[in-house]
């Protein structure tokens, strides 16, 4: 059964990210101002998606924008073909990115800025955060892998090892740790959160809170010394929230 609504009630981004991690095989009616996209959902990812003549990525980032409208969500249905394959929370933070920037470009305000502060504000958070896990690692004696997660499980910036490790069960997983362990924290009346540590036969994973919304993941080798990761992370965390 198909289910409508209002895009001032649910966001494009909402309605992508709910039906992803839901695992959706759906399709999406988006109408605004006389113009109809339409995407597709195959198990959680983002396929196909058309306005148009145009098709792609380029869609999504173009629908995103739309605050006003309606949508038409058909369960069931399988895309047509494959146009995309970026992961839909790359897709959701690229469209946050080119959002940001048309948002910046359209106020004149760097002629009120000092040349340096130009620079900060002509590179994006999401580009910062990215350059900042590099430089991290890089600097980093334990932590071999790294990333910045939303409490819903939204990867904003990840850098971590290829080995079959996908970022969106990077975000995922993390949540699911950091959900778990503020109820342990809560039921066992230990405070509030801060970090935990869970240890695997082939490595450690560190959870940090950042904000009330984010959280800090990093993934570390199985003999490191978990001092100097704990205190790598802390050092981690203050520079990452300074950019939050």
């Given at each position: 059964m198909a289910m409508q609504g209002s895009l001032q009630d649910m966001a494009v981004a909402d309605l992508i990210q709910h039906n992803c991690q839901d695992r959706k095989t759906a399709r999406l009616l988006v109408e605004y101002d006389q113009?109809?996209?339409?995407?597709?959902?195959?198990?959680g990812a983002v396929q196909h998606a058309s306005l148009g003549k145009l098709q792609g990525?380029?869609?999504?980032?173009?629908?995103?924008?739309?605050?006003?409208?309606?949508?038409?969500?058909?369960p069931g249905t399988e895309p047509p073909k494959?146009?995309?394959?970026?992961?839909?929370s790359g897709l959701l933070l690229e469209g946050a990115r080119r959002l940001?920037?048309?948002?910046?470009?359209?106020?004149?305000v760097k002629l009120l800025l000092p040349k340096q502060e130009e620079k900060t504000m002509a590179k994006k958070k999401s580009e910062?955060?990215?350059?900042?896990?590099?430089?991290l690692l890089e600097e980093s004696a334990d932590i071999d892998g790294a990333?910045?997660?939303?409490?819903?499980?939204?990867?904003?910036s990840a850098n971590v090892p290829q080995r079959a490790l996908d970022e969106n069960m990077v975000g995922a997983s993390s949540a699911a740790i950091l959900g778990l362990s503020k109820r342990s924290i809560d039921q066992l009346k230990r405070g509030t959160f801060k970090q935990t540590l869970i240890q695997g036969d082939d490595g450690n994973i560190i959870v940090a809170d950042l904000s009330s919304d984010t959280l800090f993941v990093g993934l570390?080798?199985?003999?490191?010394?978990?001092?100097?990761?704990?205190?790598?992370?802390?050092?981690?965390?203050?520079r990452l929230r300074t950019i939050l």
């Open positions: 113009q109809q996209a339409d995407l597709f959902f195959n198990e990525e380029e869609v999504v980032y173009k629908i995103l924008a739309w605050t006003e409208g309606t949508f038409t969500l058909e494959v146009t995309i394959s970026r992961s839909w940001d920037e048309q948002e910046h470009q359209s106020t004149d910062i955060l990215a350059d900042t896990l590099v430089e990333a910045v997660v939303g409490t819903d499980g939204l990867v904003y570390t080798a199985q003999n490191v010394n978990l001092g100097m990761a704990f205190a790598e992370t802390r050092t981690i965390v203050e």
